[in-house]
């Protein structure tokens, strides 16, 4: 809390000191009064005033159990100021003084209120990063399970060509496409690809071999193999 604020609790403090002070005096004088009442005609004055004025009737819970309005809340620190005896200056540095707490509590209430909003979104976002984490994982173990079938599929083409005579591969790859063509030439043995490439037509043999050099070079961003010592 501010010195403001403290300032303001010393000074309702004092005020209210005051006006119950102020309150004991007016006690005493009705304490006086009672007592100058108390003769032989007492009694009789105050039986002929209760007949007289009957008791109103009580008024509904609901007006009883509004809620005082600023303006209500400040008109009776007024009040209770000016019965205290405090001055016009006084009164206005204790309106100004309360006019800040309320002030400094709005503030307060709303400022938590954004941290609470702000706790609550920065979880939430915490929650959705954990399951994207979650899903890219399972993407990634399906995309592993893909290649490694991709590759014993792959595998086992390479051997079926192997295994079939250097001609009759050989018409296969004539007419095949360049691209599956360089996959499956450059996973097979050296020696049963050259009897293979034998026996395909020139122009089919001199496309493969062109496409296994390309890719013997180096892709670029990589670094060349450097060539060993002489």
């Known amino acids: 809390m501010t010195p403001k604020v403290g300032v303001l609790s010393v000074v309702i403090a004092v005020g209210v000191g005051a006006l119950a002070f102020k309150s004991v005096d007016i006690a005493q004088?009705?304490?006086?009064?009672?007592?100058?009442?108390?003769?032989?005609?007492?009694?009789?004055?105050?039986?002929?005033?209760?007949?007289?004025?009957?008791?109103?009737?009580?008024?509904?819970?609901?007006?009883?159990?509004?809620?005082?309005?600023?303006?209500?809340?400040?008109?009776?620190?007024?009040?209770?100021?000016?019965?205290?005896?405090?001055?016009?200056?006084?009164?206005?540095?204790?309106?100004?003084?309360?006019?800040?707490?309320?002030?400094?509590?709005?503030?307060?209430?709303?400022?938590?209120t954004r941290e609470a909003a702000a706790a609550a979104a920065e979880a939430k976002l915490q929650e959705q990063i954990a399951d994207l984490k979650g899903v890219e994982g399972r993407v990634q173990g399906l995309l592993a399970q893909m290649d490694v079938k991709r590759d014993e599929r792959m595998t086992s083409l390479v051997k079926t060509y192997e295994a079939m005579k250097p001609k009759d591969a050989a018409e296969i790859f004539n007419g095949m496409d360049d691209k599956v063509l360089l996959e499956i030439a450059k996973s097979m043995k050296s020696a049963t690809l050259a009897a293979v490439m034998s026996a395909m037509t020139p122009k089919r043999a001199e496309a493969l071999t062109r496409m296994l050099v390309e890719l013997s070079k180096p892709q670029l961003g990589e670094a060349a193999t450097p060539a060993p010592p002489a």
């Open 29 to 112: 004088a009705f304490a006086q009064q009672a007592e100058a009442a108390s003769g032989p005609n007492a009694e009789t004055a105050l039986t002929e005033g209760a007949e007289e004025h009957a008791a109103p009737e009580e008024a509904p819970p609901a007006a009883a159990a509004a809620a005082p309005t600023p303006e209500q809340c400040l008109s009776a620190l007024d009040a209770a100021a000016e019965e205290a005896g405090l001055s016009s200056n006084e009164i206005i540095v204790l309106r100004s003084l309360q006019a800040r707490r309320e002030a400094l509590d709005e503030r307060e209430v709303g400022v938590e």
